[in-house]
């Protein structure tokens, strides 16, 4: 069983940056597609990006709304998955998710992120 816990949400003006990490547990991080979704309450939950174990290239994609702005990458000696964000804006607000896929997919509890106007 594996276990996500997400980090490094909070409050930040439009244009500024946050990092968001996702610590992993209970399984093979290596092997893993490892990605990030964001939901904001009364609509639909939204793939930001992901990215695949390094054996497998560690191919990343992205979102159209995110693409040169977000940046997604991992670290798997610490068993961590990022999200750099950069230029946000309002619309980026949304708790973000973290999630690990091999056979099944996972989630974390989700992080919140703001972004005031």
């Known amino acids: 069983q594996v276990q996500l816990v997400e980090s490094g949400g909070g409050l930040v003006q439009a244009g500024g940056s946050l990092r968001l990490s996702c610590a992993a547990s209970g399984g093979i991080f290596s092997i893993y597609t490892m990605g990030w979704y964001r939901q904001v309450p009364g609509k639909q939950r939204e793939l930001v990006a992901t990215i695949t174990s390094n054996t497998s290239g560690g191919t990343?994609?992205?979102?159209?709304?995110?693409?040169?702005?977000?940046?997604?990458?991992?670290?798997n000696p610490k068993n961590t998955v990022y999200l750099q964000m950069n230029s946000l804006k309002p619309e980026d607000s949304a708790v973000y998710y973290c999630t690990a896929k091999w056979i099944s997919m996972f989630w974390g509890q989700g992080t919140q992120v703001t972004v005031s106007s």
Do not use: E, L, Q, W
């Open 60 to 75: 990343t994609n992205y979102a159209d709304s995110v693409k040169g702005r977000f940046t997604i990458s991992r670290d």
